[in-house]
């Protein structure tokens, strides 16, 4: 029988995201497959969180080409990337406390040209006048990360409706990096 690795994948995401600390047996049987095939697909947890990490930028690049950052006003193109990214938001959660993916050289180059999409767009709106212009482009990528994370683990636990992880996102993000008229 054919292992699908995508359905082992979108498994082991959806228990991570919920116990980060699950072990490959608690993985394989949240898959509906044996630790043996598991580790035949996966050779451990390393390489199954590089997985998880390859379909996390595969994800957020989808997200933000649906979300289209280079029309319009870039407040619509914020909120847009926010709707577009939540599906993906407690994947992105688990592997933002991953620290092998982001130490030394071995870092995934798609981070990197997430981050400059990102950048790109915050960069946009800081041209366009919308946009504070005394926060990096850099500082608000990061914060929109952690925020998204934020609100991910919060929904998760139950302190958050899930309803609400674009508003609590947007109007935290916008409202802090949002140019203030001078009086």
């Known amino acids: ?6 359905h082992v994948l979108r498994s ?3 228990l991570l995201t919920r116990k980060s600390t699950a072990t490959m047996d608690e993985v394989a049987k949240a898959a509906g497959i044996s630790r043996a095939t598991l580790h035949r697909q996966f050779a451990g947890r390393d390489a199954l969180v590089r997985a998880l990490e390859a379909l996390g930028i595969a994800e957020c690049d989808a997200a933000l080409d649906r979300a289209r950052l280079d029309e319009g006003p870039a407040r619509d193109a914020a909120h847009r990337l926010v709707r577009e990214i939540e599906p993906a938001a407690a994947l992105l959660a688990f592997l933002y406390t991953e620290n092998q993916l982001f130490e030394g050289e071995g870092q995934n180059e798609g981070w990197a040209r997430i981050d400059d999409r990102i950048a790109t767009l915050f960069r946009r709106g800081q041209s366009a006048g919308e946009f504070r212009i005394d926060l990096t482009p850099a500082w608000l990528t990061e914060a929109l990360y952690g925020l998204l994370a934020s609100g991910a683990w919060a929904v998760a636990e139950g302190r958050v409706a ?12 916008l409202g802090g990096a ?5 009086s």
Do not use: C, N, S, Y
């Open 1 to 6: 029988m054919a292992v699908d690795r995508d």
């Open 12 to 14: 082991a995401a959806a």
């Open 178 to 182: 949002l140019r203030r008229e001078e």
């Open 162 to 173: 899930a309803k609400d992880f674009h508003f609590m996102i947007t109007e935290l993000l």
